[in-house]
């Protein structure tokens, strides 16, 4: 077991910077993931932790000795870090039989075979793979070969786990199942792990911290339930599935809540701020489209998150409804309990036509909408006849759920 600590470490690959300045802790005995989008840097940041990197500059220490120092051209090659590693491509010796794959870290390290042919043993009991110790790697399902490598990094009791992808190519079940392993694996051994995600659900089950990475550097660092519940810049949010937005501007800030006003509307939205607002700041108000209800419009009167809008698509998903909706030109979603599962009565009614949507207050936050932050320096945004702004019709979010971030 032992600390890993990263420090400005930057990875270049010709003019691109895939890892740029990063500094990470991982604590003792910690399971962290790194989580973000294609392209962010993550497997280059394991490639770097592991040895298989040679970093442009930074340092890497685990277990507080220096294995990478670029400035002083230092660095401990990968097989004397005591690391195990899940690739992301499995990277399993094709010509080798099951239990070879997973023998073969303890014959680089001269382990008797005896104690060799016990330890592998014990690890193909634990990814359920017993019966298969003698089938060639290749001849296994893609989730079959990924607990081999799952075994392989484990044999021989590393003091730090490095997991690429770990679950990506599982089905649904499979996945869970092998997410409760790994928990179940993390919690008897105790290993500081560092796991790899673009799967947001993965990172906050699997993990006791989560690192959200944006173009190789660290956007936010915290609990699962931090990073799922209090996001600081409307990159997380997004990624962590606030996947509903309205534009706004900033009418009023009091006790820690902003108060935006609904572009195209005169409608006002209590919400958390995102980060520092000022006065008559362009926002972008991010929510959860299982967060936003629909009402019969008759209801409406104009109070605090309450916007008028009208339903162009409704679709029964089984568990929940799904309503598109235009709010003053803007596209919104609403995830509403169906009455299959004894929810909102209104999402069995509502059809067509027009509604009153009711936005959350502690599940809303107000971001300042970067990009139109930039327009404003250009020419005068168009206006429409009411002296309104036109609405921003796209403001770079998904419009379906469950999409993959990528
Ligand atoms: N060997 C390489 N040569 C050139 N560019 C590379 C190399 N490895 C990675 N890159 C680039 O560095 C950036 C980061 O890549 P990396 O593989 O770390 O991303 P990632 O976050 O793991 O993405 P994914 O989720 O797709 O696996 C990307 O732009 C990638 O194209
Ligand atoms: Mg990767």
Redesign the pocket.
């Known amino acids: 077991m032992a600390e890993v600590r990263v420090e400005r470490l930057t990875k270049r690959?010709?003019s691109?910077t895939?890892v740029d300045e990063l500094d990470l802790t991982v604590r003792d005995g910690e399971f962290l993931t790194l989580l973000?989008?294609?392209?962010?840097?993550?497997?280059?940041?394991l490639r770097c932790i592991a040895g298989l990197e040679e970093p442009d500059a930074g340092t890497v220490s685990i277990g507080g000795r220096v294995m990478s120092a670029s400035e002083r051209k230092l660095f401990v090659r990968p097989e004397r870090r005591d690391i195990g590693m899940v690739f992301?491509s499995y990277a399993l010796w094709p010509h080798m039989t099951v239990s070879a794959n997973v023998a073969y870290p303890l014959k680089l390290r001269r382990v008797p075979s005896a104690e060799r042919d016990r330890r592998v043993g014990e690890m193909l009991e634990l990814v359920g793979l017993a019966e298969f110790a003698g089938r060639s790697a290749t001849s296994l399902s893609g989730g079959q070969q990924q607990r081999v490598a799952v075994a392989r990094a484990l044999v021989s009791a590393p003091r730090v786990l490095l997991f690429d992808?770990p679950l990506s190519n599982l089905d649904t079940r499979l996945r869970a199942t092998m997410g409760a392993e790994l928990r179940a694996i993390h919690a008897r051994t105790g290993t500081t792990s560092i796991c790899?995600t673009?799967d947001q659900t993965e990172a906050l089950t699997l993990s006791d911290r989560v690192v959200v990475?944006r173009d190789?550097r660290v956007e936010q660092a915290g609990t699962p339930e931090e990073i799922f519940v209090t996001p600081r810049t409307r990159f997380v949010a997004h990624f962590v599935g606030f996947d509903a937005a309205l534009p706004g501007r900033v009418v009023e800030l009091d006790g820690g809540m902003a108060y935006v006003r609904i572009d195209g509307t005169d409608r006002v939205v209590r919400c958390r701020p995102g980060s520092d607002l000022p006065l008559d700041a362009a926002v972008d108000l991010m929510l959860r489209s299982s967060a936003v209800s629909v009402q019969p419009a008759e209801h409406d009167d104009g109070a605090l998150n309450r916007v008028p809008g009208v339903v162009v698509d409704r679709a029964f998903q089984g568990e929940t409804v799904q309503f598109t909706l235009d709010v003053a030109g803007h596209r919104l979603l609403a995830q509403v309990p169906s009455h299959a599962t004894g929810g909102q009565a209104e999402a069995g009614r509502i059809d067509e036509g027009p509604v009153e949507v009711v936005l959350p207050e502690a599940g809303a936050f107000a971001f300042l909408a970067e990009h139109r932050a930039h327009a404003a320096e250009r020419p005068a945004a168009p206006v429409g006849p009411t002296g309104l702004p036109l609405p921003a019709d796209d403001l770079g979010l998904p419009t379906t759920l469950g999409g993959d971030p990528?």
């Open positions: 690959y010709g691109a895939a973000g989008p294609s392209g962010c840097g993550k497997t280059t940041t992301q992808e790899v673009h990475m190789g990528r």
